[in-house]
Nanobody, 111 residues
Framework: DVQLVESGGGSVQVGGSLRLSCVAS????????MGWFRQIPDKEREGVAA??????VYADSVKGRFAISRDDAENTLHLQMYSLLPEDTAMYFC???????WGPGTQVTVS
């Protein structure tokens, strides 16, 4: 099994930037499809971005502003976020194997 821990969240102003990281341990993430999800209270957890051997995909709401990447040497997944909006405020979760494995999340607040 793979264990995931997110970091890099925080409070930023509208238009600001953050880079989220997801450090994996237990096994390499190279064999997994990896993704970022986000959730606010009383809402469904929604997919933000995903990356696999074929490339990456993004939710329409973040396309052009967010970039997902994988650092195989560090066994780490990243989400670079630019031009942040209040509606980006959420708990952000890292996932492996589709939705099989989850990190505990990191909070992003934009105001």
């Amino acid at each position: 099994d793979v264990q995931l821990v997110e970091s890099g969240g925080g409070s930023v102003q509208v238009g600001g930037s953050l880079r989220l990281s997801c450090v994996a341990s237990g096994e390499t993430i190279g064999r997994y499809c990896m993704g970022w999800f986000r959730q606010i209270p009383d809402k469904e957890r929604e997919g933000v971005a995903a990356i696999d051997m074929f490339g990456s995909v993004y939710a329409d709401s973040v396309k052009g502003r967010f970039a997902i990447s994988r650092d195989d040497a560090e066994n780490t997944l990243h989400l670079q976020m630019y031009s942040l909006l209040p509606e980006d405020t959420a708990m952000y979760f890292c996932a492996a194997g589709g939705r099989k494995y989850w990190g505990p999340g990191t909070q992003v607040t934009v105001s």
